[in-house]
């Protein structure tokens, strides 16, 4: 997800973040009853980083690793490193651009697809082989190797020798090393030897088994299309499914036992930072700081202004008012997370458990109730399990 929009001077964007916080709408006062929870990792923290993308992609492979293994134990729950990914898709990206004459937005953003991409290249290892902090803090902070890798990559796209040396991949390399570690080629994990292929294949993960729905007019429906947006910089293919079907398709992955990503924009003031998400009618405040401040601000001015009575009022969705707001760009590609579960509040509207990357914060410790109109709305795509969608879409869509 793209996460390098451009920030405002501290000066003035403190002064305005509390005007604009003084003016948002609290949501109603919510209750949720669980309809359908599937199992889950724990809560991560992202922290500093603009891995979104990761982090809930990896989030949603583990807990395809313990439904398609049957693990019951939360103790045998697999850990996936997010930094391995990390690293690998740096220096992916590193390559593409130099091949484009950087002519490529290079920066820590990406989507989800990535994660596949260096799951099948790749493989996978645990946290505990490569946590990625080697650089003296115990959350991620990647504002330094973001900006050394970018300085570095724009450097070399300038071909001061007039030919690319040999060492170049070399040292772009080392930066990641230095940051992350280096990717193991081999490790040991409880007692047993992999390598990350054999031990992505220890949990029975097909790269091939995933694929991303999308919902928008200026494609044809029920074909595939890559995704307008800049941090899909390997131009992976979503397909494409009228907003009703996209809804329902969600829905009945969760309810028959499977999980999805959930890529799309929280700058809405309707997704909260105490743990709803409503698509209430209103302009989102942007905040500089940590990614949670960013999109939903700081908590110190939460709360200034009277809650509404009764159930929460929501913009009506339509088809054309989606492709409007991704046409307009009041919709962008901001943030990545993990969709896990099925609620409804008091009213009976139904809402879809989302965890988030920015650790165990908010009413509900990390997790988000979104409601079906802020997912049509605001969704711009998700990834699931092929066997996870309805068989009649599969069948129009030709997936085997």
């Given at each position: 997800m793209k996460l390098n929009k451009i920030l405002m001077a501290a000066a003035i964007a403190v002064p305005a973040l509390a005007h604009a916080q003084a003016?948002?709408?609290?949501?109603?006062?919510?209750?949720?009853?669980?309809?359908?929870?599937?199992?889950?990792?724990s809560v991560k923290n992202q922290n500093s980083s603009g891995t979104c993308w990761c982090f809930s992609a990896i989030s949603f492979l583990e807990s395809e690793a313990i439904r398609l293994n049957n693990i019951k134990d939360k103790n045998l729950y697999p850990d996936f490193s997010e930094m391995f990914v990390v690293s690998h898709s740096y220096q992916d990206r590193a390559d593409k651009y130099i091949r484009l004459d950087g002519n490529l937005t290079f920066g820590a953003g990406s989507e989800c697809e990535d994660v596949i991409h260096i799951m099948r290249d790749y493989g996978l290892v645990p946290n505990s082989v490569m946590t990625g902090l080697n650089y003296g803090t115990t959350l991620p902070v990647h504002g330094e190797v973001d900006a050394a890798a970018l300085a570095y990559v724009q450097a070399i796209q300038k071909n001061p020798n007039r030919s690319l040396s040999t060492a170049w991949r070399n040292g772009f390399k080392g930066i990641m090393d230095a940051y992350f570690g280096e990717c193991p080629e081999e490790f040991e994990y409880n007692g047993k030897k992999y390598t990350p292929a054999s031990y992505r294949d220890s949990y029975k993960l097909n790269p091939d088994d995933y694929v991303t729905l999308t919902s928008f007019t200026h494609h044809p429906f029920y074909t595939q299309f890559a995704i307008e947006v800049c941090d899909n910089w390997r131009s992976d293919m979503a397909y494409n499914v009228p907003i009703d079907e996209f809804w329902d398709a969600i829905y009945y992955a969760i309810e028959n036992g499977y999980t999805t990503t959930w890529g799309g924009d929280v700058s809405e003031t309707g997704f909260t930072r105490t743990g709803s998400a409503l698509l209430l009618d209103t302009t989102a405040p942007r905040a500089a700081g940590s990614d949670q401040e960013r999109w939903v601000g700081s908590d110190r001015n939460q709360g200034a202004a009277a809650r509404p009575e009764g159930a929460p009022k929501e913009k009506v969705v339509t088809q054309e008012s989606r492709q409007k707001d991704f046409d307009n760009k009041a919709t962008t590609d901001d943030h990545g997370m993990h969709a896990?579960?099925?609620?409804?509040?008091?009213?009976?509207?139904?809402?879809?458990?989302i965890k988030n990357s920015w650790g165990e914060t908010g009413k509900y410790k990390g997790i988000w109730y979104m409601s079906e109109a802020f997912t049509k709305g605001k969704a711009i795509d998700f990834m699931v399990h092929k066997d996870g969608l309805p068989k009649a879409l599969k069948d129009k869509l030709g997936i085997k």
């Open positions: 003016q948002q709408p609290q949501t109603p006062e919510l209750e949720f009853t669980i309809v359908k929870e599937n199992p889950i990792t896990f579960g099925i609620a409804k509040d008091q009213y009976g509207n139904k809402y879809l458990m």
